[in-house]
C-alpha cells in the first residue's frame, strides 16, 4: 500500500518508519492513502485531496479546542477551514476521547481515538523542590490558575511555556518535584506529562472533560476540579510528593 505522508515534525517520522517495516511505500505520487499528520501542511492536503480523490484520506487531528472559534489567538490557523478540511477526510485519528468529543459538536462523526506516542528521553533524575507547568500560554479558562495557585501557596515554580532548549528541557522535567497541567482543555494535557512520568514524575491534571490527559493516566494520575482543589492538591503533593517505583 503506497501512503502519501504528509509531515513536518522529527519526532513523527519515526511513525512512517514504523509503517515501512510493514510493507507500506512512502510515495510523493499516486497514493493508495492521503496520512495528513499536522494542521499546519492545511494546503499541502488539501491539494493532494484534490489531485488524488480516490485516495483513502486520513487526518491527524491533534486539537479542536473551544477557544479556537470564541477566543482566537491573533495570526490563528483558519479552524473553520481546518473543520471543512477533517469533512472531506475518510478518517480523522485523534490523540484523546476528548478531540473526538469536540469534533461531534462541529458533526464530524469519522473521528476515532489513535493515541500518540512519545521518545522517551534518558536524563540524571534528582527532585530539586519545584512544580513544573510545560505548556505555552494560551486563551484557556484556567491558564492562570497554576501561577495564581502557587503563588498564594508560597511554592516554587517554573512555566517552562516551550521556550527552553532541549538539553536544559529534559533537566528541567528531569528535576522537579511533579508536573502540572492545569489546563480546562488539552488533548493530551501535554506531552511532557508523558515524558516526566517516564522519569518517575507525579502528574496532576485537571478532571475536565475536555482534559485528554486523563485517556493516557486513568487512576495513575492526581486530579483535580475547582481552582480551590487546585490549591489543595497542590499543597499536599508538595508536602508529600509520592515516590514513582519506574521499575
Not at 486520513?58 to 483558519?78: A, H, K, M, S, V
Not at 478532571?207 to 480551590?228: E, H
Request: glycine share 6%; net charge negative; proline share 5%.
Amino acid at each position: 500500500m503506497k501512503i502519501l505522508y504528509i509531515n513536518r515534525v522529527e519526532w513523527l517520522e519515526q511513525l512512517m518508519d514504523e509503517l515501512l517495516k510493514f510493507g507500506y511505500e512512502r510515495v510523493s505520487e499516486d497514493p493508495d492513502v492521503i496520512l495528513g499528520m499536522t494542521n499546519s501542511l492545511m494546503n499541502e492536503s488539501e491539494e493532494a485531496y484534490k489531485k488524488y480523490p480516490r485516495a483513502f484520506k486520513i487526518q491527524y487531528n491533534w486539537d479542536l479546542y473551544g477557544w479556537f472559534f470564541t477566543n482566537p489567538r491573533e495570526g490563528e490557523y483558519d479552524w473553520n477551514r481546518y473543520v471543512s478540511l477533517l469533512r472531506q477526510s475518510d478518517r480523522v485519528w485523534c490523540p484523546s476521547q476528548e478531540v473526538v468529543k469536540r469534533m461531534g459538536e462541529h458533526m464530524l462523526n469519522n473521528g476515532s481515538v489513535i493515541k500518540t506516542y512519545i521518545v522517551p528521553f534518558e536524563e540524571d533524575v534528582a527532585d530539586e523542590r519545584y512544580i513544573l507547568m510545560p505548556l505555552r500560554e494560551l486563551p484557556d479558562q484556567q491558564y492562570s490558575w497554576f501561577k495564581s495557585a502557587c503563588d498564594e501557596l508560597g511554592l516554587p515554580y517554573v512555566i517552562s511555556n516551550h521556550q527552553l532548549p532541549f538539553e536544559e528541557y529534559k533537566k528541567v522535567v528531569a528535576r522537579c518535584s511533579f508536573i502540572v497541567s492545569p489546563l480546562y482543555e488539552a488533548s493530551t494535557g501535554g506531552l511532557t506529562l508523558l515524558e516526566g512520568y517516564y522519569l518517575g514524575k507525579p502528574v496532576l491534571i485537571s478532571d475536565s472533560p475536555y482534559m485528554g490527559a486523563k485517556d493516557y493516566f486513568g487512576g495513575r494520575a492526581w486530579y483535580f476540579d475547582t481552582y480551590d482543589d487546585l490549591k489543595s492538591k497542590l499543597q499536599t503533593l508538595w508536602n508529600d510528593t509520592p515516590k514513582l517505583n519506574r521499575s
